[in-house]
């Protein structure tokens, strides 16, 4: 067990629906990302916030949002759903924003129909 | 732009033998150096890193990896394979200064058979 946790653990839903994902880090841990894992683009970044902070940015698409709120949780934000968004969605926490180990949470399975 | 290359899709090992996992990178500046191991419908899981030192770094697990900055290559080794190792493996290289983005190769599933 990472520590990080992830909720929910699966979600299914409809094209052009909205969801929300959510990560609560490691204690301690100030840093937080979100990757997308797919088998046709793999292991993807998508957004970094290190205390509250937006600090990186990937191929994170306009219809897709993130924020940290002060007790360090994290929420991944999908709108205008499509197909192609289906992949597992991970969050990862780490205790700064250099190269620090990252911990991976359990992650969420976005399937859209 | 940074990148990892994991040149094989899969390796197959026989228990107890010696396994290597290889990875490539391409960087501008000093490598920073990941490898992570994926169990099925599990999270990452961090097995060892190189920022900067001794070439040869020790992880978890019994792994190891050999930085090695003239043929660009960061290769993950276990002395001896188990059966439980088998896993998908991810090679990775942080993108930028004052982050910790990664960059992943696209991993390399590892089959250890008794």
């Known amino acids: 067990d990472s520590g990080v946790t992830q909720t929910p653990k699966h979600l299914i839903t409809a094209t052009g629906q909205r969801v929300t994902l959510r990560c609560s880090p490691r204690?301690?841990?100030?840093?937080v990302y979100w990757y997308q894992q797919s088998l046709d683009q793999g292991l993807q970044f998508l957004i970094q916030y290190y205390n509250g902070e937006e600090r990186a940015k990937g191929n994170i698409l306009e219809r897709f949002s993130a924020q940290q709120f002060p007790d360090l949780h994290s929420e991944l934000n999908l709108s205008s759903l499509e197909l192609g968004d289906s992949a597992l969605y991970f969050c990862?926490?780490?205790?700064?924003?250099?190269?620090?180990?990252?911990?991976f949470g359990p992650g969420t399975r976005l399937t859209v129909t | 732009a940074q990148s990892v290359a994991q040149p094989e899709d899969q390796v197959n090992v026989a228990e107890g033998n010696p396994l290597t996992v290889k990875c490539t990178y391409s960087v501008s500046g000093n490598p920073y150096l990941f490898w992570y191991v994926q169990y099925p419908n599990r999270g990452l899981q961090f097995l060892l890193k190189y920022i900067t030192g001794d070439n040869l770094v020790k992880g978890s697990y019994g792994f190891e990896a050999e930085f090695n900055k003239s043929q660009t290559s960061f290769h993950l080794k276990k002395p001896s394979a188990l059966v439980s190792d088998s896993a998908l493996y991810f090679c990775?290289?942080?993108?930028?200064?004052?982050?910790?983005?990664?960059?992943f190769g696209q991993g390399t599933t590892l089959q250890v058979k008794p």
């Open positions: 990862a926490s780490s205790v700064g924003m250099g190269a620090y180990e990252q911990y």
């Open positions: 990775a290289v942080r993108d930028g200064r004052n982050t910790g983005k990664l960059i």
């Open positions: 204690s301690g841990d100030l840093s």
